[in-house]
């Protein structure tokens, strides 16, 4: 695995980037070596929300502070929907640093820790956390970034070690469908779809599918992980749709959006007691030229 700030992900994640998309402002489709190259190493590796977030920045400037979401993990004891739900706020970790809220940073830290806990895996990150803490604090975001790395290559050990590869399928596919709701939502600020091009990964979202096919039954008890393989199916179409009308792009990829905003709202969502709100979905992006992390 690479190291360096933008090819970590947040805890409970699995990766396997070789390199940032190089887009400019037309932001050319990922090429298949590029697109092959990020896939599937030893047991499951997606590229990391940092990944793409990063290529964003390159093609449209997003203003990551009106991206940022309230850390809540779901109340339930679902090992599958935990799971899912470490995926889902590690990705809104990557949003919280890119828009250098610490405070937002220190409250997904926390609630991750939580989840680790409820999973079992979380023996060895209390240094880590507390080092997160330090981190956000004291606004060191590269060295926050490192850590953040350091933390997802501990806690992906601490997985294999425990035989919980499928956990580690089951928060890649969940923070990059998180992920690629932020994207997409970006993309569909503009009117000219800048940044699409990082978006165009049907083979993943396919391969991602079949991963979670193949799990234990077990681990597909219930509606979530059914809800997400079908919502990584009709993903992988749309993003095949050669079509290149902007009306049409800009269609599917709000059907992207949507399917991905449902799914996630569904795995942040209490099964032992009725929240009083639902945990909202990406609010609409809007594209400025406010400076981003470096």
């Given at each position: 695995?690479?190291t360096g700030r933008h090819f970590g992900v947040l805890a409970l994640m699995a990766i396997g980037c070789y390199g940032a998309p190089s887009i400019d402002s037309a932001t050319p489709p990922m090429t298949e070596p590029q697109r092959q190259g990020a896939v599937f190493l030893d047991a499951l590796s997606?590229?990391?929300?940092?990944?793409?977030?990063?290529?964003?920045?390159?093609?449209?400037?997003?203003?990551?502070?009106?991206?940022?979401?309230?850390?809540?993990?779901?109340?339930?004891?679902?090992?599958?929907?935990?799971?899912?739900?470490?995926?889902?706020?590690?990705?809104?970790?990557?949003?919280?640093?890119?828009?250098?809220?610490?405070?937002?940073?220190?409250?997904?830290?926390?609630?991750?820790?939580?989840?680790?806990?409820?999973?079992?895996?979380?023996?060895?990150?209390?240094?880590?956390?507390?080092?997160?803490?330090?981190?956000?604090?004291?606004?060191?975001?590269?060295?926050?970034?490192?850590?953040?790395?350091?933390?997802?290559?501990?806690?992906?050990?601490?997985?294999?070690?425990?035989?919980?590869?499928?956990?580690?399928?089951?928060?890649?596919?969940?923070?990059?469908?998180?992920?690629?709701?932020?994207?997409?939502?970006?993309?569909?600020?503009?009117?000219?779809?800048?940044?699409?091009?990082?978006?165009?990964?049907?083979?993943?979202?396919?391969?991602?599918?079949?991963?979670?096919?193949?799990?234990?039954?077990?681990?597909?008890?219930?509606?979530?992980?059914?809800?997400?393989?079908?919502?990584?199916?009709?993903?992988?179409?749309?993003?095949?749709?050669?079509?290149?009308?902007?009306?049409?792009?800009?269609?599917?990829?709000?059907?992207?959006?949507?399917?991905?905003?449902?799914?996630?709202?569904?795995?942040?969502?209490?099964?032992?007691?009725?929240?009083?709100?639902?945990?909202?979905?990406?609010?609409?992006?809007?594209?400025?030229?406010?400076?981003?992390?470096?």
């Amino acid at each position: 695995m690479l190291t360096g700030r933008h090819f970590g992900v947040l805890a409970l994640m699995a990766i396997g980037c070789y390199g940032a998309p190089s887009i400019d402002s037309a932001t050319p489709p990922m090429t298949e070596p590029q697109r092959q190259g990020a896939v599937f190493l030893d047991a499951l590796s997606v590229p990391s929300p940092g990944e793409v977030f990063a290529a964003l920045n390159k093609a449209c400037r997003p203003n990551w502070a009106t991206l940022v979401t309230p850390a809540t993990a779901p109340v339930t004891t679902e090992r599958s929907q935990l799971a899912l739900a470490v995926g889902v706020l590690a990705a809104n970790g990557y949003v919280a640093v890119e828009a250098q809220d610490g405070q937002q940073v220190k409250n997904v830290g926390r609630e991750l820790m939580t989840l680790a806990k409820s999973l079992g895996v979380s023996q060895s990150l209390v240094g880590r956390g507390n080092s997160l803490i330090e981190f956000a604090d004291n606004n060191d975001w590269d060295a926050l970034a490192d850590e953040l790395e350091a933390t997802e290559n501990e806690v992906k050990n601490t997985m294999v070690e425990q035989q919980d590869r499928d956990l580690i399928t089951l928060t890649s596919a969940a923070a990059w469908l998180r992920g690629l709701e932020v994207a997409t939502g970006v993309v569909l600020a503009g009117d000219s779809l800048n940044g699409s091009g990082v978006l165009y990964q049907p083979e993943l979202a396919r391969r991602l599918a079949v991963q979670l096919d193949s799990l234990p039954d077990r681990m597909k008890r219930g509606s979530l992980v059914p809800e997400v393989k079908r919502t990584l199916e009709t993903t992988a179409s749309l993003l095949e749709d050669q079509n290149t009308k902007n009306d049409i792009l800009r269609k599917n990829y709000t059907k992207i959006h949507e399917d991905c905003s449902s799914v996630v709202k569904a795995i942040l969502r209490s099964s032992m007691k009725a929240p009083s709100t639902i945990p909202s979905s990406t609010p609409s992006p809007v594209s400025s030229p406010s400076p981003s992390r470096s």
